[in-house]
């Protein structure tokens, strides 16, 4: 059996490696480790990791998973690009708000406010999650109060961590679905950086908010933070309705509405934010044969249809809010061990495994069948399906054999 260690685990772990096998845990030996990431800080450095054993996080995610470090991350790969390939090319990376670390750099940050009269900002704490410690503000004069009271009872910290907070520019149109906001959780596994191997899974969700939205109250997080955490505590919400849209309710809604021409752009533009944010820390993250990452990807919709990049998760939750939910859940976990592939039941050219499509390796992924097109050229389809049928256990059966054990005598 495989020896797997799981810490920290948020949900409903035990359930999901029932799956897998045997759960072992003896004298702190390990062949798989699902842990989290303040695990991986005190004890990766010092582990020693036989060839096959695989863990769920590069050594230095926080390069893409803390707000303030992704942003630098992608401000540098989108100058390089400019420099490189001129203004074109890097405005593909115009995905994400502008963005400034405080408080190193509130002056560059006053700068543009004062650029732009009566725009609405948000402050967050760079490695919180869940809503936690933001708030959205439109005066100076309210961020002034908030350093002085910060820098009050922070005056005995370590200076090191005085960059614990970004300001952005709050997103003031998003895409609104009977008069809510909703931003969109998509998950991508990366298992490897050098080269860059991607696969995106084709379920996810929408998470809305359970008030109308409106710019004339800033202060109320049940109409402006989408996060499920925050939304489960609104006075008015309902555990049956929940505040989730599957995907695929998403991508009928909007095609219907749309159209698939438009349908396609977008997602295809989603594509693009998750290769292009990966790329940006592809040569800062320490690349290594053990690890692998599920990361969960925020998106929020404009009004028009434009998608922005909000933030990158390490430990996306996987407590599920509905038995649907439990079951995508599941699914994603299960799928992210085949493509992980500890048993070697694969022969590592599949496009597809389960819910997982491989979007990028070394470069992108097309599907299978290459239209002709009318004009007698052939058209390329990137093979990425996400928000289309998931269809994982046909494709499954098909594409592994049964364990030896499993077969029929
Ligand atoms: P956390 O890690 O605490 O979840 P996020 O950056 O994901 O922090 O922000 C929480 C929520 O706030 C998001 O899900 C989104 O609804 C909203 N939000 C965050 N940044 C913006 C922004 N720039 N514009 C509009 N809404 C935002």
């Given at each position: 059996g495989i020896k797997v260690e799981a810490l920290g685990y948020r949900g409903t772990w035990g359930q999901q490696f029932s799956v897998m096998g045997s759960v072992e845990k003896s004298d702190?030996?390990?062949?798989?480790n699902w842990c989290d990431v303040g695990w991986l800080r005190e004890n990766f450095d010092h582990a020693y990791m036989e060839e096959h054993v695989r863990i769920n996080h590069f050594r230095n995610h926080y390069e893409l998973t803390r707000k303030n470090l992704m942003v630098k991350n992608l401000k540098r790969f989108q100058k390089n690009l400019e420099k490189d390939m001129g203004r074109t090319e890097a405005s593909k990376c115009d995905f994400f708000p502008s963005t400034y670390a405080m408080p190193s750099e509130y002056h560059l940050f006053v700068e543009e406010f004062n650029r732009n009269p009566g725009s609405t900002w948000i402050m967050k704490p760079v490695?919180?999650?869940?809503?936690?410690g933001i708030f959205l503000f439109r005066k100076l004069k309210d961020i002034i109060d908030w350093k002085k009271d910060r820098s009050r009872s922070e005056e005995q910290k370590d200076a090191a961590h005085l960059d614990s907070y970004v300001v952005q520019r709050y997103i003031e149109n998003p895409y609104l679905i009977n008069g809510r906001k909703f931003d969109l959780r998509v998950y991508v596994l990366v298992t490897s950086y050098v080269p860059l191997k991607v696969w995106l899974y084709r379920d996810g969700f929408a998470r809305f908010s359970s008030s109308r939205f409106s710019l004339s109250t800033i202060d109320d997080k049940y109409m402006h933070l989408t996060n499920v955490s925050v939304q489960k505590t609104a006075p008015d919400y309902d555990p049956e309705k929940g505040c989730k849209w599957q995907m695929q309710q998403l991508r009928r809604y909007l095609t219907a509405k749309y159209g698939r021409e438009v349908v396609e752009t977008l997602f295809g533009d989603m594509d693009n934010i998750i290769i292009r944010s990966l790329q940006s820390v592809q040569k800062v993250i320490i690349n290594d044969k053990h690890c692998f990452e599920l990361y969960g990807y925020d998106i929020l919709l404009d009004h028009n249809l434009k998608p922005w990049l909000i933030e990158v998760n390490a430990s996306p939750s996987h407590a599920p809010s509905s038995q649907e939910d439990y079951e995508m859940k599941y699914g994603l976990l299960e799928d992210t061990l085949n493509v992980v592939d500890m048993e070697g039941r694969l022969t590592g050219q599949e496009k597809r495994v389960g819910g997982f499509d491989l979007m990028w390796n070394d470069g992108p992924v097309y599907t299978e069948d290459l239209n002709l097109q009318t004009f007698g050229s052939l058209s390329f389809t990137a093979n990425t399906h996400l928000?289309?049928?998931?269809d994982r256990e046909k494709n499954l059966r098909q594409l592994l054999k049964p364990f030896p054990l499993q077969k029929k005598i």
């Amino acid at each position: 059996g495989i020896k797997v260690e799981a810490l920290g685990y948020r949900g409903t772990w035990g359930q999901q490696f029932s799956v897998m096998g045997s759960v072992e845990k003896s004298d702190g030996e390990w062949d798989f480790n699902w842990c989290d990431v303040g695990w991986l800080r005190e004890n990766f450095d010092h582990a020693y990791m036989e060839e096959h054993v695989r863990i769920n996080h590069f050594r230095n995610h926080y390069e893409l998973t803390r707000k303030n470090l992704m942003v630098k991350n992608l401000k540098r790969f989108q100058k390089n690009l400019e420099k490189d390939m001129g203004r074109t090319e890097a405005s593909k990376c115009d995905f994400f708000p502008s963005t400034y670390a405080m408080p190193s750099e509130y002056h560059l940050f006053v700068e543009e406010f004062n650029r732009n009269p009566g725009s609405t900002w948000i402050m967050k704490p760079v490695a919180k999650s869940q809503g936690k410690g933001i708030f959205l503000f439109r005066k100076l004069k309210d961020i002034i109060d908030w350093k002085k009271d910060r820098s009050r009872s922070e005056e005995q910290k370590d200076a090191a961590h005085l960059d614990s907070y970004v300001v952005q520019r709050y997103i003031e149109n998003p895409y609104l679905i009977n008069g809510r906001k909703f931003d969109l959780r998509v998950y991508v596994l990366v298992t490897s950086y050098v080269p860059l191997k991607v696969w995106l899974y084709r379920d996810g969700f929408a998470r809305f908010s359970s008030s109308r939205f409106s710019l004339s109250t800033i202060d109320d997080k049940y109409m402006h933070l989408t996060n499920v955490s925050v939304q489960k505590t609104a006075p008015d919400y309902d555990p049956e309705k929940g505040c989730k849209w599957q995907m695929q309710q998403l991508r009928r809604y909007l095609t219907a509405k749309y159209g698939r021409e438009v349908v396609e752009t977008l997602f295809g533009d989603m594509d693009n934010i998750i290769i292009r944010s990966l790329q940006s820390v592809q040569k800062v993250i320490i690349n290594d044969k053990h690890c692998f990452e599920l990361y969960g990807y925020d998106i929020l919709l404009d009004h028009n249809l434009k998608p922005w990049l909000i933030e990158v998760n390490a430990s996306p939750s996987h407590a599920p809010s509905s038995q649907e939910d439990y079951e995508m859940k599941y699914g994603l976990l299960e799928d992210t061990l085949n493509v992980v592939d500890m048993e070697g039941r694969l022969t590592g050219q599949e496009k597809r495994v389960g819910g997982f499509d491989l979007m990028w390796n070394d470069g992108p992924v097309y599907t299978e069948d290459l239209n002709l097109q009318t004009f007698g050229s052939l058209s390329f389809t990137a093979n990425t399906h996400l928000g289309c049928v998931n269809d994982r256990e046909k494709n499954l059966r098909q594409l592994l054999k049964p364990f030896p054990l499993q077969k029929k005598i």
